[in-house]
């Protein structure tokens, strides 16, 4: 990208991006005011102008999830550690991230219990229970949430401790039902966010145990971050 003349910048007090992307890129979510720095390491305030957005990109997706038959619930910050560790590939992905609580109400816990990096575990336990035949299916249920991860390196709405996010999680009679819902919502994603996608499958390792098939959409506006930004998310089932 050519440099262009120092008068042509976008604004003076503004890094120009051909100057320095990072820095551009911090001075305009900070000049907009969209986020600040909090006193939690990795961690931002999302202020009005910037949750507006958030908002706004909330709101275009829950009324597609709902035309589509999904519902939403919520489910806990907290997950046992035992629950995420019964899915061992899962853990290994995010071993690295997990945060913990290992005290509560001035006792330590007889269980640590992890902070939610993803809901998979605690969902699909959730499920198992819900679940005793074919009639309670298909299970379509999206969770509009926060989760934390312990990144080493952040950078408001590219990469922080604690973000925003949907994750919708379904449950289905057969694996071609699985696939129908995981296509259409990947063509929901696309269509919604007007962005193109790029279709491909996520690896072994990242899926959450070796049996489930998930499909990847990788993305240039994360809708779970709520700013449009180089990005990939997945829908799975």
Same mark, same amino acid.
Request: a positive charge; one cysteine or more; charged letters at 25%.
């Given at each position: 990208?050519?440099? *262009? @003349? +120092? *008068?042509?910048?976008?604004?003076?007090?503004?890094? @120009?991006?051909?100057?320095?992307?990072? *820095?551009? /890129?911090?001075d305009v979510v900070r000049r907009a005011e969209l986020a600040d720095y909090s006193p939690v390491k990795g961690c931002m305030v999302i202020r009005p102008y910037g949750y507006a957005i958030w908002e706004l990109i909330q709101q275009a997706f829950d009324t597609e999830? *709902?035309?589509?038959?999904?519902?939403n619930a919520y489910f806990p910050l907290f997950i046992p550690e035992s629950l995420l560790n019964k899915e061992a590939e899962h853990v290994e992905g995010f071993a690295p991230?997990?945060? /913990?609580?290992?005290h509560g109400g001035g006792e330590e816990l007889e269980e640590k219990l992890v902070i939610? @990096?993803?809901? +998979?575990?605690? $969902?699909?336990?959730? /499920?198992a229970r819900w679940v005793q035949s074919w009639r309670d299916l298909p299970i379509l249920i999206n969770q509009w949430a926060n989760v934390v991860r312990w990144e080493k390196v952040t950078r408001p709405f590219l990469r922080t401790t604690e973000f925003l996010w949907q994750e919708g999680h379904t449950a289905h009679e057969t694996h071609d039902e699985a696939q129908a819902e995981t296509?259409? $919502?990947?063509?929901?994603y696309a269509d919604t966010a007007a962005r193109p996608t $790029?279709?491909? !499958?996520t690896s072994r390792k990242r899926s959450t145990s070796p049996s489930r098939r998930a499909t990847r959409a990788c993305n240039t506006c994360g809708a779970h !971050?709520?700013?449009?930004r180089p990005a990939s998310w997945a829908a799975s089932s």
């Open positions: 990208m050519s440099k *262009k @003349p +120092e *008068k042509e910048s976008f604004v003076t007090e503004i890094t @120009p991006r051909s100057q320095d992307f990072s *820095k551009w /890129y911090l999830f *709902k035309r589509t038959g999904h519902v991230q997990v945060a /913990y609580v290992t939610r @990096p993803t809901s +998979e575990a605690i $969902i699909g336990t959730m /499920y296509l259409m $919502i990947l063509d929901l $790029i279709l491909g !499958r !971050r709520g700013a449009c």
